[in-house]
């Protein structure tokens, strides 16, 4: 089998194993993806949100307001396959896939170099986090297919004078905003570095070109409206790195203006060199298993870091003329994710796979080129890659559900396929939101999971009462359980997270217990009896 032919081998299965067992691994539904898989049900069945808007722009999430393409991009897959975690996590597998083929058909673009248009398909094929990303409902794996796809159509435009294709790049490019907050600075950016080195292009259709930034920006208005009217709790707002309790203490500390610009500048500084940092790059960025595993995945195999490096210095002997915009997308990729607050954050950073797989298939096509003769070397390079994305499988598929489950709110979903048996059983369902262990609770959103996998009237949901400690809806009671003042009552069914023991006292029997993948106990469900 020739290389050409062993690469697109490669590259295929890669993208068929982005659909195998999407309701397994990751192993439940995430905050977000529930929340937006939610709203997306909500406004196919009302055209209004949880919250009651109307066909939202931007939606009321957890914690702020998520990105439109969100919630309407899976909300297609949910109508037509209804409610569960393959419809919601379908369309990223599809994009993601796409994303693979449109980055060889840049590459192609770009160098017109068909082997190091394979060699970068096939290093974002299996990149671990280009995996995982198209595995979950991720907003920014959609503005990342949309990005790829702009800059792709804006080249084929540009190098076949059709001034049309360049129109469709502008609008992929709107998309991307409309997808992630991140993508509201990158792509901007971007679009300047575009219209900088190509301003001949533009300059001799004046006409044309205006109209075309004209509607671009009128694409934009009702985002930009949106954003205003929801200023205050907007997450790229409300996540700013001068909200990190780190930072805010130490500007509290800081008597005087140029101290404070000082500290922020030295957070951001930090955040920055991280996210480029080969470490987070090549050996544990993509935060697959628990941090205190020594056995971690970066956002490529760890054997590529060799050839990034090397890539960096041969880029310009295969991108010619082009070569400073992969500069440019390296050093803007980590830019606006350094800006926000908390430890690195893998969907804000992943606009660096485009750059990153770029530069890494420049590596690798050169070195392969010095040792194509030496079949030894070839053969351990083959085998050394074989066993690293074996295991990589291995762990993804095996391990991770095993490891993470608890992290994904696991149980949730569970509890609610339990009521849709016994609902009518019950007068009240009380559901407790922590989840986790005593050790550190988390609290998590089941007035999400239990209404999206009961197909709960979305009326219901959005008619919700506002408790004192949580929200109530139908027959439904989401809030911390306080065992000396809640009045127990029959024909009620109380969830629990599973260290939560109820004391006799209070009369109540187990009906069921809901285990993590791993057989731990996560939570259980009580109803008291006379």
Known sequence: MSNKNLLKLIIFIAIVARFVALDYAPPHLSNDEIGAAYAAYS??????????????????????????????????SIIIMGNSDFAVRLPSAILGSLTIILLGFLVKELTKNSNLALTSSFLLAISPWHFSASRWALESNYALF??????????????RNRFWLVVLSFISFAFSIYSYYTEWILT???????????????????ARS??????????????????????????????????????SRLLVEEKNSLGKLQVVLRAIFDKYSSYLSLDYLFFYGADILPKENPYQFGF???????PFIYGLFRLKTFYSRNSDLVYLLLF???????????????????????????????????????????????????????INFFYFFLIYFRHFPLQKAVNYQYGFKQIALFINGHYNEYEKIVIDRRFGDKNYYYIGVPSSYIPFYTSLDPHKVQNAKFLTNGIAFDKYEFRDINWESEKIRNGYLYVLPYDIVPDPKYGLNLVYEIRLPNWQPAFRLYVKED
């Not at 990005?147 to 792709?152: H, N």
């Not at 300047?192 to 259709?205: G, P, S």
Request: charged share 15%.
């Open 146 to 159: 949309f990005v790829v796809l702009g800059i792709f159509l804006f080249f084929f435009g540009i190098n």
């Open 332 to 386: 803007i990729s980590p830019l606006i994710a350094s800006f926000t607050e908390g430890s690195l954050n893998n969907w804000r950073s992943l606009p660096e796979l485009l750059p990153v797989a770029l530069i890494s298939g420049v590596g690798v096509l050169s070195i392969w080129s010095v040792v194509k003769e030496k079949l030894f070397i070839k053969v351990f390079v083959f085998v050394l890659l074989l």
């Open 300 to 306: 490529f195999l760890f054997p590529f870091f060799i």
């Open 210 to 247: 205006f109209l075309v930034f004209l509607f671009f920006l009128i694409l934009l208005v009702p985002i930009c409206l949106s954003f205003v009217r929801t200023f205050n709790s907007s997450r790229a707002v409300s996540e700013l790195i001068t909200k990190d309790v780190a930072v």
């Open 188 to 206: 901007p950016l971007i679009i300047l570095a575009l219209l900088f080195r190509y301003n001949r292009f533009f300059l001799e259709r004046k």
């Open 43 to 76: 406004i196919s069945k009302t055209s209004k949100d949880a919250s009651g808007e109307f066909l939202p722009v931007l939606w009321k999430s957890h914690g702020g307001y998520g990105s439109p393409l969100a919630v309407y991009i899976p909300m297609i």
